[in-house]
C-alpha cells in the first residue's frame, strides 16, 4: 500500500515510532456526526477543542438494518464492510492534514496509522508520499519518518527557525524542490537528530538555501535529492546526478 500525506498550516499526524505508544482514546469520545454511504464523519473533544475525522470511500450501511449508533463504540458492534480511500482530521473548518490510500484500506488500518507504534511502521513500508505545508509560521518543523519503501518528501516549508528532518529508511527515498540545484548548498553532516538517543548524532546531509526562501532540510537515510533542472544521488557521490 501507498500513503499519501499532505499537511496544512502547523500541522502533522506525527510518524515518530514511540517507544512506549500512547493509549488509544476510547471509541465512546468519538461521536459520530453523520454516516452514508460514503462517508463517515466523527468529532472528538480533546483539550477543549473540537476536532472531525473524516473517512471518505465506500461504506455498507446494511448492516445497520436501520440502526444510527451515536459512537464509534456503537458502531463496532456490527460488521460493516467499508473501503476507504481517504482520511482528513480537521477543526474549526480547517484541514489540519490529509492521508490518502492505493490501494484503500478499511478503518481498522486508518486507525493503525495513527498509533505511533509498530502497525503504524507496517502501513507506512510502501512507497509514501509527504507532501509538507506550504504556509507553516516560525515555530513549525517537520519530522518525518517513512521507514521502508521508496519514499518521496516535498519539501514546501519557507524558512523557519527551526530545520525540518525527513528520515527515508530503507528503499530509495527522495527529496523533492521546486527550484533549481544551484540555489541550495549540500554537505554531509553527522548530527541529524535522533529521536532515539535524543541526541544529533545520526550521518546524513543538509541541504540549505542560498537565497534563506526555502527552509532547511536535514536527511538521513535519503538517497536522492531532486530539483527542477537535476538529480543529486546521495548515495553515490556529491554533486552526481542521478536518475
Known sequence: MAVSIQTYGNNSPGTELELIPSAPIANELFL?????????????????????????GTIDLSALNGATPKNLAEASQYIIPNVITSFTISSAGQ????????????????????????????????????????????????????????????????LLTKVDLFYGGDGIDTAVYSQKAANYTIASTNSVWNYVTQKSDLPGFSVTDKTKTINTLFVNQVERLKFTDTNIALDISKDQTAG
Open 32 to 56: 459520530i456526526k453523520s454516516l452514508t454511504s460514503t462517508q463517515l464523519n466523527t468529532s472528538l473533544t480533546f483539550g477543549g477543542q473540537v476536532y472531525d475525522f473524516i473517512y471518505t
Open 95 to 158: 484541514a489540519l492534514f490529509t492521508e490518502t490510500f492505493s490501494p484503500a484500506i478499511d478503518f481498522g488500518r486508518v486507525g493503525d496509522l495513527l498509533d505511533s507504534g509498530t502497525k503504524m511502521v507496517a502501513e507506512l513500508a510502501g512507497n509514501d508520499v509527504y507532501r509538507s505545508s506550504n504556509n507553516a509560521t516560525d515555530n513549525n518543523n517537520d519530522t518525518v519518518y517513512l521507514y521502508a519503501g521508496n519514499d518521496t518528501y516535498y519539501v514546501n516549508h519557507a
